[in-house]
């Protein structure tokens, strides 16, 4: 017999990893979906206010959307009836704005309404030689108001004031005279240390308008931008928002393709003359004199609307547009149409929700918009941010990464090239130090001693670097350099010339005895690249092969060699082959003769451009393209047995296109990047586990903390990867990245582990953890707190499930290392069935977890209980009498059952299960171990007013859900007696 009930027992959520899926998939429901608008309710008030569902919710507008409560519904009345504008509330809730028609004269003014009051008191009021036709006004981390007069002033011209209302003093900053600005029509962005940054319409250098900062403290005028109404554009328009990269964007008016304005955005630190830099043209759907200001969300995508935008379609009755940055353009999303719920030209700029939905008003509603794809700052944790530290953010021009893998000393520094940038803007090499983890430039390259260094640096042992320049030097086709340690020298060693070789991309490789080897992508005597070498000491160069001088032999040569320690070299070919798909080679020690290994054929992976790994007698590497869905693999080829292994393909969810190498950790795990794609499109750090053949994310970039990262990764000794990213502050240029928490695995921990355990069950093991002293000269004495975990494979997750904590009190000599001997009892009950190893976790104080695996496993059986059985009942019962029935039951689990367990006991009129009538509930303290069968006797009420009649007596067993049981399809136990009921 079975039953309808489901079954009780709750299986183990499925290894997750940092990306935490199900948080993903309830950010996509609420953001990435289709736009829906929504009208707001509009409040039954004198001032033009609305409110959303919740009804606490408050909002005005006056060219911007405002949020208030309840509560400042009187005041904001009161400031209605003044006709004031440019509302602002401070954070003890006094509001102030400007009143433009309260006078006789209507001279604007300056007004406060003080929290929990309606009395409009006026503060300045503007008489031309102060200002006329005050705008948007702002507060000071001080209290200071700051506004802009679009006129008046010394020249007529406008002016920037300031007001305090602690003293009750005001001051004119700044009158404007034409050259410094003029008619500054927006409003002011104060920073979080207080400057303030603003714009003009007109004026300056080529009279279209100027960006310019007053300086906390000193209230300092200065000229930031100039625009020239040609590269960047004209007549600047609507606020200066801050983006979440800590640059300032904005709009102008012409400029751009066409010519009908841009979004740009600069970095109000750099050195003046700042350059802003265009991230978007204005289409002729978009364009509108008048677009109000921008609103920017956590990763850089902007929202905003114009007021008479749109197509014939609506009437340019308006239109909102984004630029996303995945999509790299301005695109309109949403027409504005007369007569409808939502009504016609968007006047005023977007707040924010708490929900990260964006609330609007047009000329006949307020509305709020859903399904934007806006993220919100919360969101971060969810997209992957939470772990990825960011080392140095390379600020175009100065600086643009491209694939430029790090190099690190002993002390810690990193040091790397980036492609453009610098002095020349051809490419620098730079350090990023490790105790400020601030960058600096080494050197600049000229052209003469190269540009476009793009494969990174690598140090001798003396600290001297050495690169390669994909272009410049004597003959334009790309150098060797050298930097001596301590200086910023570029010394050229090698001028590529067509015929040694041109176009050097990757990086040099340096053997035990300081000889260097690296590859050029093209050139050579078959004009198809060249693997080369600089001898110890002298760097006399020579080259050992050309690309393709064997049948089918690798052709462009973008990936460097390695040298395993008989000297050979061994590389990858992105080019060449029978299928051209690329290749792997080899180059002898001593002979120099090239042979293929291996040829990609697209199935097997296509277009390798990483750096090869050499581990015990494999290569391990990646392809950009190919595999399955033609998205690059990991693969692992056999030198002694000439077999290659795809250990892992991408889809696009985990990633697409991996350019770098992969690390591999003592455990066997690999780790890498992908240029592209994941969860957020902007490419991932991956993780393939031992033996798992799937690439799992750890980072999906989200733009903020990075985007295409292109280079191989490295680690420190407490296991944090470094790497950097092409770009990632919305220009292009790039930034170097710290992941914590990674879980890369140093060693193996011996263990004693039982072969098969029962979850939940007594499991005996002992294992022991090695924790070295990472310092040679002083002894570590600190408190470390380690935790076992039991993973599914060798590889560290957050939700791999705990199966002990404890802290230890260490002291270990200068190099030394600790034995730390721990035991476990059991495995934790919620595993499901399955190979379990052991993840250990040492953490000192204030310290980074040191991450080791187990060399044994345990093959866990998910632990179970199920009740089963028959049931007899007797011939005969009486109404409003005891009877009995007998239960023979077992228990079919594997772990013992010892619970008080509700039997429920009905009777089934003529064997009529569908027409079961309730006798009485019974509860019966239940203990079986697993295997066992026990016969129960349960005594019941038959109830007075049961039917005479035969029935069939139905046990129902576990009707409360004391046991969590595997299935319950054998709970309902029909005794095979036809009993009478008299």
């Given at each position: 017999?079975?039953?309808?009930?489901?079954?009780?027992?709750?299986?183990?959520?499925?290894r997750?990893?940092?990306?935490?899926t199900?948080?993903?998939?309830?950010?996509?429901?609420?953001?990435?979906?289709?736009l829906?608008?929504?009208?707001?309710?509009a409040?039954?008030?004198?001032?033009?206010l609305?409110?959303?569902?919740?009804?606490t919710r408050?909002?005005?507008?006056?060219?911007?959307?405002?949020?208030f409560?309840?509560?400042?519904?009187?005041?904001?009345?009161?400031?209605?009836?003044?006709?004031?504008?440019?509302?602002?509330?401070?954070?003890?809730?006094?509001?102030?704005?400007?009143?433009?028609?309260?006078?006789?004269t209507?001279?604007?003014?300056?007004?406060?309404?003080?929290?929990?009051?309606?009395?409009?008191?006026p503060?300045?009021?503007?008489?031309g030689?102060?200002?006329?036709?005050?705008?948007?006004?702002?507060?000071?981390?001080?209290?200071?108001?700051?506004?802009?007069?679009?006129?008046?002033g010394?020249?007529?011209?406008?002016?920037?004031?300031?007001?305090?209302?602690?003293?009750?003093?005001?001051?004119?900053?700044?009158?404007?005279?034409?050259?410094?600005?003029?008619?500054p029509?927006?409003?002011?962005?104060?920073?979080?240390?207080?400057?303030?940054?603003?714009?003009?319409r007109?004026?300056?250098?080529?009279?279209?308008?100027?960006?310019?900062?007053i300086?906390?403290?000193?209230?300092?005028?200065?000229?930031?931008?100039?625009f020239?109404?040609?590269?960047?554009?004209?007549?600047?328009?609507?606020?200066?928002?801050?983006?979440p990269?800590?640059?300032?964007?904005?709009?102008?008016?012409?400029?751009?393709?066409?010519?009908?304005?841009?979004?740009?955005?600069f970095?109000?630190?750099?050195?003046?003359?700042?350059?802003?830099f265009?991230?978007?043209?204005?289409?002729?759907?978009?364009?509108?004199?008048?677009?109000?200001?921008?609103?920017?969300?956590?990763?850089?995508?902007?929202?905003?609307?114009?007021?008479?935008g749109g197509?014939?379609?609506?009437?340019?009755?308006?239109?909102?547009?984004?630029?996303?940055?995945?999509?790299?353009?301005?695109?309109?999303?949403?027409?504005?149409?007369?007569?409808?719920?939502?009504?016609?030209?968007?006047?005023?700029?977007?707040?924010?929700?708490?929900?990260g939905?964006?609330?609007?008003?047009?000329?006949?509603?307020?509305?709020?918009?859903?399904?934007?794809?806006?993220?919100?700052?919360?969101?971060?944790?969810?997209?992957?941010d939470?772990?990825?530290v960011?080392?140095?953010?390379f600020?175009?021009p100065?600086?643009?990464?491209?694939?430029?893998?790090?190099?690190?000393?002993?002390a810690?520094?990193?040091?790397?090239?980036?492609?453009?940038?610098?002095?020349?803007?051809?490419?620098?090499?730079?350090k990023?130090?490790?105790?400020?983890?601030?960058?600096s430039?080494?050197?600049?390259?000229?052209?003469?001693?190269?540009?476009?260094?793009?494969?990174?640096v690598?140090?001798?042992?003396?600290?001297?670097?050495?690169?390669?320049?994909r272009?410049g030097?004597?003959?334009?086709?790309?150098?060797?350099?050298?930097?001596?340690?301590?200086?910023?020298?570029?010394?050229?060693l090698?001028?590529?010339?067509?015929?040694?070789?041109?176009?050097?991309?990757?990086?040099?490789?340096?053997?035990?005895?300081?000889?260097?080897?690296?590859?050029?992508a093209?050139?050579?005597?078959?004009?198809?690249?060249?693997?080369?070498?600089?001898?110890?000491?002298?760097?006399a160069?020579?080259?050992?092969?050309?690309?393709?001088?064997?049948?089918?032999?690798?052709e462009?040569?973008?990936?460097?060699?390695?040298?395993?320690?008989?000297?050979?070299?061994?590389?990858?070919?992105?080019?060449?082959?029978?299928?051209?798909e690329?290749?792997?080679y080899?180059?002898?020690?001593?002979?120099?003769?090239?042979?293929?290994?291996?040829?990609?054929d697209?199935?097997?992976?296509?277009?390798?451009?990483?750096?090869?790994?050499?581990?015990a007698?494999?290569?391990?590497?990646?392809?950009?393209?190919?595999?399955?869905?033609?998205?690059?693999?990991?693969?692992?080829?056999?030198?002694?047995?000439?077999?290659?292994?795809?250990l892992?393909?991408?889809?696009?969810?985990?990633?697409?296109?991996?350019?770098?190498g992969?690390?591999?950790?003592?455990?066997?795990?690999?780790?890498?990047?992908?240029?592209?794609?994941g969860?957020?499109?902007?490419?991932?750090?991956?993780?393939?586990?031992?033996g798992?053949?799937?690439?799992?994310?750890?980072?999906?970039?989200?733009?903020?903390n990075?985007?295409?990262?292109e280079?191989?990764?490295?680690?420190?000794?407490?296991?944090?990867?470094?790497?950097?990213?092409?770009?990632?502050?919305?220009?292009?240029?790039?930034?170097?990245?710290?992941v914590?928490?990674?879980?890369?695995?140093?060693?193996?921990?011996t263990?004693?582990?039982?072969t098969?355990?029962?979850?939940?069950?007594?499991?005996k093991g002992?294992?022991?953890?090695?924790?070295?002293?990472?310092?040679?000269t002083?002894?570590?004495?600190?408190?470390?707190?380690?935790?076992?975990?039991a993973?599914?494979?060798?590889?560290?997750?957050?939700?791999d499930?705990?199966?002990?904590?404890?802290?230890?009190?260490?002291?270990?000599?200068?190099?030394?290392?600790?034995?730390?001997?721990?035991?476990?009892?059991?495995?934790?009950?919620?595993?499901?069935?399955?190979?379990?190893?052991?993840?250990?976790?040492?953490?000192?104080?204030?310290?980074?977890?040191?991450?080791?695996?187990?060399?044994?496993?345990?093959t866990?059986?998910?632990?179970?209980?199920?009740?089963?059985?028959?049931a007899?009942?007797p011939a005969?019962?009486?109404?409003?009498?005891?009877?009995?029935?007998?239960?023979?039951?077992?228990?079919?689990?594997?772990?013992?059952?010892?619970?008080?367990?509700?039997?429920?006991?009905?009777g089934?009129?003529?064997g009529n299960?569908?027409?079961?009538?309730?006798i009485?509930?019974?509860?019966?303290?239940?203990?079986?171990?697993a295997?066992?069968?026990?016969?129960?006797?349960?005594?019941?009420?038959v109830?007075?007013?049961?039917?005479?009649?035969?029935?069939?007596?139905?046990?129902?067993?576990?009707?409360?859900?004391?046991?969590?049981?595997?299935?319950?399809?054998?709970?309902l136990?029909?005794?095979?007696?036809?009993?009478?009921?008299?």
């Amino acid at each position: 017999m079975s039953s309808a009930r489901s079954v009780k027992r709750s299986s183990q959520t499925h290894r997750s990893n940092h990306l935490k899926t199900a948080a993903i998939e309830a950010l996509e429901g609420r953001r990435l979906m289709t736009l829906i608008f929504e009208p707001l309710s509009a409040l039954q008030s004198t001032a033009d206010l609305f409110t959303d569902s919740t009804g606490t919710r408050v909002y005005a507008h006056d060219g911007r959307v405002l949020r208030f409560n309840t509560s400042d519904i009187p005041a904001l009345e009161a400031a209605d009836a003044a006709s004031a504008d440019f509302l602002l509330q401070d954070a003890a809730g006094n509001l102030y704005g400007i009143d433009n028609e309260a006078t006789p004269t209507a001279q604007e003014r300056l007004f406060v309404i003080s929290a929990g009051s309606t009395a409009v008191t006026p503060l300045v009021t503007f008489d031309g030689t102060n200002g006329t036709f005050p705008e948007d006004i702002a507060i000071a981390p001080n209290g200071a108001i700051y506004g802009t007069t679009r006129s008046g002033g010394t020249n007529d011209k406008g002016t920037v004031y300031k007001f305090d209302p602690a003293t009750n003093t005001f001051t004119t900053l700044v009158h404007f005279d034409g050259t410094n600005g003029e008619t500054p029509q927006s409003g002011l962005y104060v920073d979080t240390e207080g400057n303030l940054f603003g714009t003009t319409r007109d004026g300056g250098q080529f009279n279209a308008g100027t960006i310019f900062k007053i300086t906390k403290g000193t209230d300092a005028f200065s000229t930031l931008v100039t625009f020239d109404d040609v590269d960047v554009g004209g007549f600047p328009r609507g606020d200066l928002v801050p983006g979440p990269d800590g640059r300032l964007y904005g709009t102008t008016r012409t400029g751009g393709v066409g010519n009908l304005g841009t979004i740009f955005t600069f970095n109000p630190n750099d050195e003046l003359p700042i350059v802003p830099f265009t991230l978007a043209s204005f289409t002729p759907d978009t364009a509108d004199a008048n677009i109000k200001a921008l609103t920017i969300d956590a990763v850089g995508n902007v929202f905003g609307v114009a007021e008479e935008g749109g197509t014939s379609e609506n009437n340019s009755n308006g239109s909102m547009f984004t630029y996303m940055q995945a999509v790299g353009e301005i695109q309109q999303v949403n027409l504005f149409f007369p007569n409808t719920p939502i009504g016609q030209d968007p006047i005023a700029a977007f707040h924010v929700d708490e929900e990260g939905n964006l609330i609007g008003v047009t000329e006949d509603s307020g509305f709020k918009v859903t399904g934007t794809g806006f993220i919100t700052a919360a969101d971060l944790a969810v997209l992957g941010d939470s772990n990825v530290v960011n080392l140095g953010t390379f600020s175009a021009p100065d600086f643009v990464t491209q694939g430029a893998n790090l190099s690190r000393d002993a002390a810690g520094n990193f040091y790397g090239t980036t492609i453009f940038g610098g002095a020349n803007n051809l490419g620098t090499v730079y350090k990023i130090d490790a105790a400020t983890n601030t960058s600096s430039i080494i050197a600049s390259f000229d052209g003469a001693n190269g540009r476009g260094p793009a494969g990174g640096v690598i140090l001798d042992a003396a600290g001297n670097l050495y690169g390669t320049t994909r272009n410049g030097g004597t003959n334009d086709a790309g150098t060797v350099f050298m930097i001596a340690a301590g200086t910023s020298t570029i010394t050229t060693l090698v001028n590529f010339n067509t015929v040694n070789g041109r176009e050097p991309f990757a990086a040099l490789t340096l053997d035990a005895a300081g000889n260097l080897y690296g590859t050029a992508a093209a050139g050579g005597a078959n004009s198809k690249g060249v693997i080369f070498k600089l001898d110890a000491g002298t760097h006399a160069f020579s080259v050992l092969a050309d690309g393709d001088q064997i049948t089918n032999g690798p052709e462009g040569l973008q990936g460097g060699v390695i040298v395993d320690a008989a000297g050979n070299l061994y590389g990858t070919s992105n080019a060449g082959g029978l299928s051209n798909e690329g290749t792997l080679y080899k180059v002898e020690a001593g002979t120099n003769a090239l042979s293929v290994l291996l040829e990609f054929d697209g199935q097997n992976g296509s277009l390798p451009d990483g750096e090869l790994l050499l581990d015990a007698g494999n290569l391990y590497g990646t392809t950009s393209n190919g595999g399955p869905t033609d998205n690059g693999t990991v693969f692992r080829y056999s030198i002694a047995n000439d077999t290659l292994t795809t250990l892992a393909s991408f889809d696009s969810t985990n990633g697409r296109v991996p350019l770098g190498g992969v690390l591999l950790d003592a455990a066997g795990n690999l780790y890498g990047t992908t240029v592209t794609d994941g969860p957020n499109g902007r490419g991932t750090i991956f993780r393939v586990a031992a033996g798992s053949n799937q690439a799992v994310n750890l980072v999906a970039f989200n733009q903020i903390n990075g985007e295409s990262p292109e280079g191989s990764l490295l680690v420190d000794a407490g296991g944090n990867l470094f790497g950097t990213t092409r770009r990632g502050n919305n220009l292009g240029s790039g930034r170097v990245f710290k992941v914590t928490d990674t879980g890369f695995v140093f060693g193996k921990s011996t263990a004693t582990l039982p072969t098969t355990a029962i979850a939940g069950q007594a499991a005996k093991g002992k294992i022991t953890v090695d924790f070295p002293n990472p310092s040679a000269t002083a002894t570590f004495s600190d408190t470390v707190t380690i935790k076992l975990l039991a993973s599914s494979d060798t590889a560290f997750d957050p939700s791999d499930a705990e199966v002990l904590t404890v802290t230890k009190k260490l002291k270990i000599k200068p190099g030394a290392t600790a034995a730390i001997k721990l035991a476990t009892k059991s495995f934790p009950a919620s595993l499901d069935s399955g190979a379990y190893f052991l993840i250990a976790r040492v953490t000192p104080t204030g310290g980074t977890a040191r991450t080791t695996v187990t060399d044994a496993f345990t093959t866990i059986t998910a632990a179970t209980q199920n009740l089963a059985g028959t049931a007899l009942a007797p011939a005969t019962l009486k109404a409003g009498k005891k009877g009995k029935i007998t239960l023979t039951l077992t228990n079919g689990g594997n772990v013992a059952i010892s619970s008080a367990v509700a039997i429920t006991i009905t009777g089934a009129p003529n064997g009529n299960l569908l027409a079961r009538e309730a006798i009485d509930t019974v509860t019966k303290k239940i203990a079986l171990k697993a295997g066992q069968t026990k016969k129960f006797t349960l005594s019941y009420l038959v109830p007075a007013n049961l039917a005479a009649g035969q029935y069939s007596i139905v046990a129902d067993l576990d009707t409360a859900g004391a046991i969590a049981e595997t299935s319950e399809t054998d709970n309902l136990l029909d005794s095979p007696v036809v009993t009478t009921v008299s």
